[in-house]
T-cell receptor, first 115, second 109 residues
Framework: DAGITQSPRHKVTETGTPVTLRCHQTENHRYMYWYRQDPGHGLRLIHYSYGVKDTDKGEVSDGYSVSRSKTEDFLLTLESATSSQTSVYFC??????????????FGPGTRLLVL | AQKITQTQPGMFVQEKEAVTLDCTYDTSDPSYGLFWYKQPSSGEMIFLIYQGSYDQQNATEGRYSLNFQKARKSANLVISASQLGDSAMYFCVAGKSTFGDGTTLTVKP
């Protein structure tokens, strides 16, 4: 299994507070991704990174920011959490954006509840 | 933009039988990858199988095979000899991180 951890695994917060989720990998993969999963649906891409300090927006990036200061860490920040951001957040890594090495490996997920 | 359609929200299969999970995709990319992931009730995402758009052969990984029909833009997952542990949600994914909404498979004893 790819070495990917997420912290925290569970979080309850209040509307309007900032929240930061951390993804840490030990695989030295270049690409890292943040997704959200809502009940009964697939994953939707929030942001991704293609290297240290290189990030780009995904399908549902509004209300989220990311940072990657080291290869192994990718942070997702909700500047001011809203109830619509209650979700399960997954981090993923891949070695490439093409071919079989585009295969993504996922962390265990973080359950976030915004009250 | 890419789009994945999984038309079967839920499927049932008898243990030891084969089952096919449907996936159609829409992409304008000339080269792309197609993936299937399994998500058991415990929540983790598990990679199952990959198919490249230029691969001549259908991909196989143990009991999993991918029935790839490029002209029809379909990439169906076939699970042979179903096991109780195969009960899970299955997602079809196109490269560039586009997920379908998934199919919940229940294997009956």
């Amino acid at each position: 299994d790819a070495g990917i951890t997420q912290s925290p695994r569970h979080k309850v917060t209040e509307t309007g507070t900032p929240v930061t989720l951390r993804c840490h990998q030990t695989e030295n993969h270049r690409y890292m991704y943040w997704y959200r999963q809502d009940p009964g649906h697939g994953l939707r891409l929030i942001h991704y990174s293609y290297g240290v300090k290189d990030t780009d927006k995904g399908e549902v990036s509004d209300g989220y920011s990311v940072s990657r200061s080291k290869t192994e860490d990718f942070l997702l920040t909700l500047e001011s959490a809203t109830s619509s951001q209650t979700s399960v957040y997954f981090c993923a890594i891949s070695n490439s954006l093409a071919g079989a090495e585009e295969t993504q490996y996922f962390g265990p997920g973080t359950r976030l509840l915004v009250l | 933009a890419q789009k994945i359609t999984q038309t079967q929200p839920g499927m049932f299969v008898q243990e030891k039988e084969a089952v096919t999970l449907d996936c159609t995709y829409d992409t304008s990319d000339p080269s792309y990858g197609l993936f299937w992931y399994k998500q058991p009730s415990s929540g983790e995402m598990i990679f199952l199988i990959y198919q490249g758009s230029y691969d001549q052969q259908n991909a196989t990984e143990g009991r999993y095979s991918l029935n790839f029909q490029k002209a029809r833009k379909s990439a169906n997952l076939v699970i042979s000899a179903s096991q109780l542990g195969d009960s899970a949600m299955y997602f079809c994914v196109a490269g560039k991180s586009t997920f379908g909404d998934g199919t919940t498979l229940t294997v009956k004893p």
